[in-house]
């Protein structure tokens, strides 16, 4: 199992790269705030783009999960 974290606001980028150090990611997950990506949108799309860009990189992973954390908001 690996995870990964992608952090989106009107963008989206890779925080932390697919890894199977659970302590890594979570180091990670521990330094996100509100500014650490603020643009004031919240754009859905940039994320799952983003996220089916990760996945294209691994085409021998038959399963692929993606979870979506959002505020609810979606501007795109």
Known sequence: ERVGLIL???AAFV???LTEDKAAFSMFVRQV??????????SLQE???E???VFAKMPERKN???LVITD???FS
Do not use: H, M, N, Y
Not at 33 to 42: K, L, Y
């Open 15 to 17: 925080q932390c790269p």
């Open 51 to 53: 996220a089916l860009r």
């Open 72 to 74: 609810g908001e979606d």
């Open 47 to 49: 994320a799952i783009k």
């Open 33 to 42: 705030d509100v500014e650490t990506i603020s643009s004031g949108t919240t």
């Open 8 to 10: 989106f606001s009107g």
């Open 64 to 66: 692929k999960l993606l």
